[in-house]
């Protein structure tokens, strides 16, 4: 098939596609509607909800603690297949926090009309199925728009080796990251070290794409923390280093030994730095 042709049938799938996309429903079903319920008429149906185990109790705990109605969505809800009162179709987390919390004795519920279990339960696998759930990336921005103490650390300590918090994934330009979770978990380390660390990466790969991701940047701060290398050493080793050649030998050691890439990385580059130091012995 000449290319012309290729071309113009990829355009009309695209366009096809987008189309498709645009379609608005046509059965839009019963209206919901929103109703404060008294806590006692509120139940669960196990036979498709999911059992409640140790970490789900964890979160119940956790939501009880945290109870804040600004915080709040209203829970599911749909009328009693043959008997009085509602089953939850989405929100039993939030429901038995709510049974547990002494100052509330009735909840805001989305009830919908879907009459009996089969409704509810394809209700339930929809409302579960099609949700986005949020990334840590959109946490750390939402914390930092919040004024929380850490992330506004974590965006300091960026900005100040002149590095950028994407708000999104896919490639990353040079001098940008989006492993703000990583670095949350290296200020125990020290936020001075993860300065100094993303200032190496910068001052030798800047100029790069797609660099600035947790592995680098983990292993580049347990270097800088350590007191037998030093940040000399690391900055040198990182001088002109081809870092696919690195991370091709980490991929190679973690296979064979286990473990994460960020330490595979970071043993690949202490072996280079002790290597290093040997030779200028």
């Not at 038995?96 to 919390?101: L, V």
């Not at 100052?103 to 696998?125: G, K, S």
Request: glycine content about 6%.
């Amino acid at each position: 098939m000449p290319l012309s042709a290729v071309k113009e049938k990829l355009a009309g799938a695209a366009l096809a596609s987008k189309t498709k996309a645009e379609q608005a429903s046509t059965d839009l079903g019963p209206s919901p509607r929103l109703e404060w319920l008294p806590l006692e008429r509120l139940s669960v149906d196990r036979r498709y909800q999911r059992e409640m185990g140790k970490d789900n109790w964890a979160h119940v705990h956790r939501i009880l603690r945290e109870w804040n109605w600004l915080h709040y969505q209203p829970i599911v809800v749909a009328p009693k297949e043959g008997g009085e009162g509602y089953v939850v179709v989405d929100g039993q987390h939030r429901l038995e926090a709510a049974k547990k919390h002494p100052l509330i004795d009735r909840l805001p519920c989305y009830v919908v009309d879907a009459v009996d279990v089969a409704q509810q339960a394809r209700a339930f696998v929809a409302l579960n199925a099609r949700r986005i759930g949020v990334t840590r990336l959109q946490r750390f921005w939402a914390a930092y728009a919040a004024g929380e103490p850490t992330a506004k650390r974590i965006h300091r300590i960026c900005s100040e080796a002149g590095v950028t918090i994407t708000k999104s994934g896919g490639v990353l330009p040079p001098k940008t990251t989006f492993a703000t979770f990583t670095i949350e978990k290296l200020l125990k380390v020290g936020g001075t070290h993860v300065t100094t660390a993303l200032k190496i990466l910068a001052r030798t790969h800047g100029d790069k794409p797609d660099v600035f991701k947790s592995a680098w940047i983990y292993a580049l701060t347990q270097l800088v923390a350590t007191k037998d290398i030093g940040c000399a050493r690391v900055s040198h080793t990182m001088t002109g280093l081809d870092l696919d050649q690195v991370a091709a030998a980490a991929r190679s050691a973690r296979a064979k030994e286990g473990g994460t890439m960020e330490k595979a990385v970071l043993a690949e580059l202490r072996r280079r730095c002790e290597a290093a130091l040997r030779r200028a012995a």
